[in-house]
C-alpha cells in the first residue's frame, strides 16, 4: 500500500520532488500574497470596534496559524525519522524549524503592535502570548540542539526528540483562550456556529492563510533542497547536477 | 476601496504607526528567511564546484607526474 512513497527515501526522488513542487507553491505564495496584503489594507471594511488597527489581523492570524502548522509538520518529520529512520525526514525537521521560528517571531511581533493600541501594552504576560513565545524557543532549541552535535546522526535523533516532546505545547496554545482567563480574544475562524467574522474580512484572510502556507512551503523546499545537496554532495548525482549548472 | 486619498491609506485612521510596523517587520523577516536561504543554496553549489575543481587539478597532476 506505502510502496509508492519509498522511493522518495532516496534523497535523488526527494530532491527531485522538492524541484517540481517548488513553482505550484511559489505561484500560491505571490499570488495570494499580493491580492491578500492589498484586499486586507486597502479594501476590506474598517472593523466597528477597532477601526483600521485591526488590518493587524490579516498577517497576525496567518503567521499564528502557520506556525503551530509548521510545528505540527515538524513532529510529524521527526516521528517518521525516528521510528523509520528515514534521513530525509530528519532533514525536513531541519529545513521546517527556521521557517516555523520566523512564522512564531510574525505572530509575536504583530501581536505586540497590535496589542499595543487596544490592551495599552505591547506585552503582557498572558496564557496564549507566553505559550506562543514558548513555542518560539522550542524551535531554537530543535535547531541548536541538531548544531551543537559534531555526530549528525545523533544531533538529529536529539532534535527530533525534543521535537516530539514539543507538541505537548501546541493544544496549551490553542486551547489557552479557554482554559486560562487571558487578554487575548477568542477564535475567530474556528468557531463556524456562530460566525466571528464578516464574509468581507474572512474572505481576505483566508487568502492569506494560503499565501503564508505556500510560503512556508516555498522555504521550506528550497532549504531541504540544501540540506539534502549538503548531505549528498560527493554523490555523482550532486556532481552532475551541479556540473550542468542547475 | 476604503480610503479616499494615499494619506489617509498611509495614517489607518490613526493607527497607521502599528499597521505599518506590522506589516513592515512581517515582510523584512519573510524577505530575511527567503533570501538567506537562497544565498545558502548559492554557497553550496560554489562549495561544491570549487571541490570538484580541485579534484579535477589533483587528477591532472597525477597524470603528469606519470608521464
Known amino acids: 500500500m506505502w510502496k509508492w512513497l519509498h522511493p522518495y527515501a532516496k534523497a535523488e526522488r526527494a530532491y527531485q520532488l522538492c524541484n517540481t513542487l517548488l513553482p505550484y507553491f511559489a505561484v500560491i505564495t505571490v499570488v495570494c500574497l499580493a491580492v491578500g496584503w492589498i484586499w486586507g489594507l486597502a479594501y476590506a471594511p474598517a472593523d466597528y470596534q477597532q477601526k483600521d488597527s485591526y488590518r493587524i489581523i490579516f498577517i497576525h492570524v496567518p503567521s499564528a496559524i502557520l506556525s503551530m502548522g509548521a510545528y505540527s509538520s515538524m513532529a510529524i518529520a521527526a516521528i517518521i525519522a525516528l521510528v523509520w529512520q528515514i534521513r530525509n525526514a530528519e532533514l525536513a525537521v531541519i529545513s521546517i524549524a527556521p521557517v516555523g521560528a520566523a512564522m512564531t517571531a510574525i505572530a509575536l511581533i504583530t501581536g505586540a503592535a497590535w496589542g499595543k493600541p487596544m490592551w495599552g501594552a505591547w506585552w503582557v504576560w498572558d496564557a496564549r502570548l507566553t505559550s506562543e513565545l514558548i513555542l518560539l524557543f522550542l524551535y531554537f532549541g530543535v535547531l541548536s540542539l541538531y548544531h551543537a552535535f559534531e555526530d549528525k546522526k545523533s544531533a538529529g535523533r536529539a532534535a527530533c526528540i525534543l521535537a516530539v516532546v514539543g507538541v505537548i505545547n501546541l493544544p496549551i496554545i490553542h486551547f489557552s483562550v479557554e482554559w486560562w482567563n487571558t487578554l487575548h480574544q477568542g477564535a475567530t475562524i474556528t468557531k463556524f456556529d456562530t460566525s466571528a467574522i464578516d464574509p468581507s474580512m474572512l474572505w481576505p484572510l483566508l487568502i492569506n492563510i494560503a499565501a503564508f502556507a505556500g510560503f512556508v512551503g516555498v522555504v521550506t523546499l528550497i532549504r531541504l533542497k540544501n540540506e539534502i545537496l549538503q548531505c549528498e554532495k560527493h554523490r555523482p548525482w550532486v556532481r552532475e547536477l551541479i556540473g550542468r549548472g542547475e | ?67
Not at chain 2, 30 to 45: G, M, N, V, Y
Request: glycine share 6%.
Open chain 2, 1 to 67: 476601496m476604503q480610503f479616499e486619498s494615499l494619506s489617509e491609506f498611509l495614517a489607518m485612521g490613526g493607527y497607521g504607526f502599528y499597521v505599518w510596523l506590522s506589516f513592515g517587520s512581517c515582510s523584512v523577516i519573510l524577505l530575511a528567511i527567503f533570501l538567506s536561504s537562497l544565498r545558502d543554496s548559492k554557497k553550496l553549489r560554489n562549495e561544491v564546484r570549487a571541490q570538484m575543481r580541485r579534484e579535477e587539478r589533483i587528477k591532472k597532476a597525477k597524470q603528469q607526474e606519470q608521464v
